[in-house]
């Protein structure tokens, strides 16, 4: 006899999975791997190997030997987990530290809360964070992009462009003379500056921004509300004293605004479900991160802009709610 499964509506069908949308972020990702290889040379392919590995060795081991589960590593969550994390690190960090960086990642911040789906705070951040606070001379030692001459090992480093503004404006120096010494805007948006894998390459990163929007992986209300915060804050700032403040397109290309607004912050676990708490969720983000790098100690703010509002995203989930499936519409509410 058949049996019949009774299941409330809506009955919507979709081909849309977990491992489609994971291995879209990757295929988006490719662009900005690509300029970080050219630029930085093996560093980056050792640095993106090792965290890719570790990442998805952690995730296996944990899942079958201490959750006594299935592993699930080919839906492809951890594979961006360690892509991200090698974004988010020096491209001459040495593999141990990597390896750790994985571990807080995919232990910590993820399987710890249950695994994929449950986790409250981006796993890759954690993890960036946590490297950043117990080896700050390591994770801050950033690589001058010299191409394949740039070697593992022997990479020359040097200050980010952010580092070298927040340095010179301490030292009394006007933001047009510290210009000066640092790459011009376009050269900031072919990628041509120290950092990160990735701060640099902000035309590879908007490609990927457009292949997850026709791809339908994200929405552009998360990124477009990051980047409209910090560029009308950030421009007010400027307007108001050009000479102690940089100008939008700076803060827009340097750093990793562009990373946190495209592929942090629009993390389906760790960000608003409604329209309205995206705009909030990236507003907040937005604010946080002109605070941090203007008036804070630290040149650079989205890591842990997305962080703190991470840990709002309950908090506005639970007062700004999507409109229930076939709710009727009473007096125009």
């Known amino acids: 006899m058949n049996k019949l499964f009774i299941s409330p509506s809506p009955h919507v069908y979709g081909d849309t999975s977990v491992k489609r949308l994971m291995f879209d972020v990757v295929i988006a990702l490719l662009p900005a791997l690509a300029f970080s290889i050219y630029f930085f040379g093996m560093g980056a392919i050792i640095v993106t190997l090792t965290a890719v590995v570790s990442c998805l060795a952690f995730e296996w081991l944990i899942q079958k030997f201490i959750l006594k589960q299935e592993p699930s590593i080919t839906d492809g969550s951890a594979l961006v987990t360690g892509i ?17 960086g994985s571990l807080v990642a995919i232990g910590i911040a993820k399987m710890s809360f249950g695994g994929l789906g449950n986790n409250p705070f981006n796993p890759a951040l954690v993890a960036r964070v946590f490297m950043l606070i117990s080896f700050p001379v390591q994770m801050t030692s950033w690589p001058v992009p010299t191409g394949f001459s740039n070697t593992y090992t022997d990479a020359i480093t040097g200050p980010t462009c952010l ?33 990160s894998m990735g ?131 009473k007096n125009g509410k």
């Open 84 to 100: 991200l994390l090698a974004f988010n690190i020096p491209t001459n960090l040495p593999i141990g530290i990597i390896i750790i």
């Open 163 to 195: 580092g070298v503004m927040k340095e010179g404006l301490g030292a009394g120096e006007s933001v047009s003379a510290i210009m000066d010494k640092i790459p011009s805007h376009m050269q900031l948006f072919y990628g041509h500056m120290g950092g």
């Open 199 to 329: 701060e640099i390459a902000a035309v590879a990163l908007l490609i990927g921004f457009v292949y997850l929007l026709i791809r339908k992986v994200i929405t552009w209300h998360i990124p477009v509300s990051i980047i409209s915060t910090i560029t009308i804050f950030t421009g007010i700032l400027w307007l108001v004293n050009p000479n102690e403040n940089a100008d939008p397109m700076f803060h827009l290309l340097t750093g990793g605004v562009l990373l946190g607004a495209i592929f942090m912050a629009t993390d389906y676990v760790t960000s608003p479900m409604s329209v309205k708490g995206m705009w909030i969720f990236g507003i907040g983000i937005g604010v946080i991160t002109v605070l941090i790098r203007v008036f804070g100690a630290y040149p650079e703010g989205v890591s842990f802009a997305i962080l703190i509002m991470n840990a709002f995203v309950p908090l506005i989930n639970a007062y700004i709610k999507p409109k229930r499936f076939g709710e009727e519409v």
